[in-house]
């Protein structure tokens, strides 16, 4: 089955730094990758998501990117906010929607 | 209306209880997902349920019983549970599940405590 790797598990930055996730899969017919965010005690969110027919998709201070070749995908925050502190979940899907998600990465935004 | 809700927030039960957790969207969704999601965890599939018919058991026990009563609605009965299945139990639903991924959306989830 599809195997997610998620990196770094912790991250602390700067309010108006850049933060970068990294998740690698191993299957290659994945082809949708989602990234979650999710603050304590709340649900899951959509943040965005790319598919794999694009390289690139970017969403005002987020982005992602995606290396089909070498099977990885980032995520990209640009000048954090505090409020965008929480845990950060990157998943991937061979179709047919069972997401595979990775272990997570905690997102600390000091002011 | 692109929430899922779910009920109750909060459910305290005991190994002998039997109780049941709902979930509703109004989105149109034909695709409809119970998640349990343990502290510092990513969400963990249990069930899918596409056109109200279920798709895929993740090997769950069977003191886990999902019902999906029409497309709209979906139930997760528990009955002789263990403390160990204490945990946040989401629900989520999406376009559907022929072909392609869509894109699934997640309601706030249940925290179940069992005692």
């Known amino acids: 089955g599809e195997n997610v790797e998620q990196h770094p598990s912790t991250l602390s930055v700067q309010e108006g730094d850049s933060a970068v996730i990294k998740c690698t899969y191993s299957?290659?017919?994945?082809?949708?990758f989602p990234w979650y965010k999710q603050e304590l005690g709340k649900r899951p969110q959509l943040i965005i998501d790319i598919r794999s027919n694009v390289g690139e998709k970017k969403d005002q201070r987020i982005a992602v990117t995606l290396n089909k070749t070498a099977k990885h995908f980032s995520l990209h925050i640009t000048e954090t906010q505090p409020e965008d502190s929480a845990v950060y979940f990157c998943?991937?899907?061979?179709?047919?929607?069972?997401?595979?998600f990775g272990k997570g990465t905690m997102l600390l935004v000091s002011p | 209306d692109t929430e899922v809700t779910q009920t109750p927030k909060h459910l305290v039960m005991g190994m002998t209880n039997k109780k049941s957790l709902k979930c509703e969207q109004h989105?149109?969704?034909?695709?409809m997902y119970w998640y349990k999601q343990k502290a510092k965890k990513p969400p963990e599939l249990m069930f899918v349920?596409?056109?109200?018919?279920?798709?895929i058991n993740e090997s769950v026990p069977s003191r886990f019983s999902p019902e999906c009563p029409n497309s709209s609605l979906l139930n997760l009965h528990l009955h002789a549970l263990q403390p160990e299945d204490s945990a946040l139990y989401l629900c989520?639903?999406?376009?559907?599940?022929?072909?392609?991924?869509?894109?699934?959306?997640f309601g706030p989830g249940t925290r179940l405590t069992v005692t």
């Open positions: 998943a991937a899907s061979i179709g047919y929607s069972t997401l595979t």
């Open positions: 989520a639903s999406s376009q559907e599940t022929s072909g392609r991924a869509f894109e699934q959306y």
């Open positions: 299957d290659s017919a994945s082809n949708y």
């Open positions: 989105m149109g969704h034909r695709a």
């Open positions: 349920y596409s056109y109200e018919k279920l798709s």
